[in-house]
Structure formats: C-alpha cells, structure tokens
C-alpha cells in the first residue's frame, strides 16, 4: 500500500514509520523538514493517509491557542480537501470529549468536526500514549529525571505507544471502519499514585478529571493492549524512582 504518513518525525510517527515500512511504500511530511502543512503543495495521490502532524499539550495551548488553530484544524482542513476521496486515519485525542475545557481540546473536537465531512475519515482518539523516550519536557521525561515537582489526582489511561502501533495496523486492514475511535487501555490509573511521595496540586481548571477509553470497537477488531503502566515503571526506573513509585528495591 501507498500511504502519506504526516508528523513522520514525531513522538508516534517515528515509531509508526518503522513498522509501515516493513509492508508499505511511506512517504512522510514533516514540519521538521520544513514542510508546512498550511502552504505546502501536497505530493500525488496515495492509497491512504495517516494523519499525525499537530500541536499537542494543554498547557502550551492555553499560552497560544491560534497556534493550534491553525496547525490542528487549517492545516487539517487543506489536507481532507486535497484528499477527499482517500481513506484518512487521523490523531485525535481523548481531550476532546471536553472541548471547553482548553485551545488543544477544542482544536481536535473541531478536527473531528470538520473531518466526519469526509465519509473515507477515522478519528483515533489517543488518550495518554508513552514509551521509553517520552517527549522532552512532559510528564514521563520529568518523571525518569527527577524533575517532576508536583502531582495531581486526575486519573489518566496511559497507553504504551507499541500498543498504539498495533492499533493503527489494525484500522489499516479493517477499511469499513469509520468515525471516531478511542485508543487505550480502559484501565485508568491515577497521577498521583505513580509518585506518591510528591507534592499533589489540586487546582487544574483547564484539565480533565478523568480519562478511560472506550474500546468496544477497538476490541471487535481484535484489539487487546499487551503493556499495563505499572510494569513499565518497573522496568523503566531505577534505583531510588523505583522505591519511590513500588516501595520496593531493586
């Protein structure tokens, strides 16, 4: 197959490179490469389009929301335009279930409005993807090098990105699937048990109370996540972050 993969660079898109690469022709746009997806003249037609290039992140978007305007619903409206007739598999997130809550919330509920336009598109509905090399400066790169100062007692379905890989692959071969989709777990786990010991900040008006994913859908696919937030902590996290988070040593 012939796919677009958009935001190949990024924290799911160089993961998910790699494995479309095994089956697939892939070409990838990047805004690393300097290619923006508000003015850049799309490449040919292809037999199908993963969407991943955008803005992320609450906070950021509450300093900036034109910035995710423009990068998570123009760019994504030039993109459905020029390939209206092409199967679109494109992020989304679970912040969108509340859209008043933040500029990033509301930029993927647009996107997913602006999207269902479109018969061939499916939302995926990310909820808190991680892995082993989490994005500069959020919550699992501050965890791992102790920098983390607070925690909150939101709860949060943390999905392990290689589990999110598999759930692309299976939206590739199930074609008749439209609409939105939740990706992750539907294991919440709350923020403040993974860091007991840290301060708990308890106002964050602009951030969800409570996230599960819904994966009824994904589930009749075959979907079944391999990886549980807890054994990678233990995996991941040495010496005195592994006493702090199990209470046990190594």
Request: net charge neutral; aromatic share 10%; charged share 25%.
């Given at each position: 197959?012939?796919?677009?993969?958009?935001?190949?660079?990024?924290f799911?898109?160089?993961?998910?490179?790699?494995?479309?690469?095994?089956?697939?022709?892939?070409?990838?746009?990047?805004?690393?490469?300097?290619?923006d997806?508000?003015?850049?003249?799309?490449?040919?037609?292809?037999?199908?389009?993963?969407?991943l290039?955008?803005?992320?992140?609450?906070?950021?978007?509450?300093?900036?929301?034109?910035?995710?305007?423009m990068?998570n619903v123009?760019?994504?409206?030039?993109?459905?335009?020029?390939?209206?007739?092409t199967?679109?598999?494109?992020?989304?997130?679970?912040?969108?279930?509340?859209?008043?809550?933040?500029?990033?919330?509301?930029?993927?509920?647009?996107?997913?409005?602006?999207?269902?336009?479109?018969?061939?598109?499916?939302?995926?509905?990310?909820?808190?993807?991680?892995?082993?090399?989490?994005?500069?400066?959020m919550?699992f790169?501050?965890?791992?090098?102790?920098?983390?100062?607070?925690?909150?007692?939101h709860?949060?379905?943390?999905?392990?990105?290689?589990?999110?890989?598999?759930?692309?692959?299976?939206?590739?071969?199930?074609?008749?699937?439209?609409?939105?989709?939740?990706?992750?777990?539907?294991?919440?786990?709350?923020?403040?048990?993974?860091?007991?010991?840290?301060?708990?900040?308890?106002?964050?008006?602009?951030?969800?109370?409570?996230?599960?994913?819904?994966l009824?859908?994904?589930?009749a696919?075959?979907?079944?996540?391999?990886?549980?937030?807890?054994?990678?902590?233990?995996k991941?996290?040495?010496?005195?972050?592994?006493?702090?988070?199990?209470?046990?040593?190594?």
């Amino acid at each position: 197959m012939n796919i677009l993969l958009t935001g190949y660079k990024g924290f799911i898109g160089s993961t998910l490179l790699k494995a479309l690469e095994l089956n697939h022709t892939v070409t990838g746009i990047d805004l690393q490469d300097g290619v923006d997806l508000l003015s850049c003249d799309f490449p040919e037609e292809f037999d199908l389009v993963i969407h991943l290039a955008g803005k992320s992140g609450v906070r950021e978007s509450l300093k900036d929301p034109s910035a995710y305007w423009m990068n998570n619903v123009e760019a994504s409206r030039r993109l459905f335009e020029r390939y209206k007739d092409t199967r679109i598999l494109y992020a989304s997130s679970s912040s969108a279930y509340e859209p008043d809550l933040n500029p990033y919330a509301a930029s993927k509920y647009v996107l997913e409005e602006l999207a269902a336009r479109h018969a061939n598109n499916v939302g995926m509905r990310f909820h808190t993807v991680y892995s082993s090399k989490p994005r500069k400066g959020m919550f699992f790169d501050k965890l791992f090098n102790g920098e983390l100062e607070y925690v909150t007692r939101h709860y949060r379905d943390f999905v392990h990105i290689l589990d999110v890989i598999d759930a692309i692959n299976l939206l590739i071969q199930h074609t008749h699937i439209k609409g939105v989709l939740d990706i992750g777990t539907g294991v919440p786990v709350r923020i403040q048990d993974l860091a007991p010991n840290l301060p708990v900040r308890l106002n964050t008006p602009n951030e969800r109370e409570y996230t599960c994913a819904n994966l009824e859908k994904m589930k009749a696919l075959g979907f079944k996540p391999k990886y549980s937030i807890k054994k990678f902590l233990t995996k991941q996290q040495k010496s005195n972050i592994i006493n702090i988070i199990t209470g046990e040593t190594v």
